[in-house]
């Protein structure tokens, strides 16, 4: 089942590590069937606070995503985004095709 890498980043320093970190970040996506689907849009708060950056990635599955974040590929930038950037990061398991709000109850 699809699963995603959620990231909310605020006070990025935009620096040489930064764009050596996006320059990079691509390759390390690649191997494990990652691929941007929010990076940093327009964002519109409805309800709560939300700040910063919003960045989602989607992967074939949770195994692949687990495996993307812990690759020695990515550990090995994952240094130049968190010296400069705060934020949260998730990893969570989407759902199936058709799924419905009442499908959580069964």
Given at each position: ?106
């Amino acid at each position: 089942m699809t699963a995603y890498a959620i990231a909310r980043l605020q006070d990025v320093t935009m620096g040489p590590e930064i764009v050596e970190y996006l320059e990079e970040i691509d390759a390390t996506l690649a191997p494990y069937g990652g691929r941007y689907l929010i990076h940093g849009g327009t964002t519109q708060v409805l309800e709560g606070r939300w700040q910063g950056d919003t960045i989602m990635l989607g992967f074939p599955d949770l195994e692949q995503a687990r495996a993307w974040y812990r690759s020695e590929a990515y550990r090995r930038i994952l240094p130049l985004r968190t010296a400069n950037a705060v934020g949260d990061v998730i990893l969570v398991e989407g759902v199936p095709e058709g799924h419905r709000g009442i499908d959580i109850l069964g």
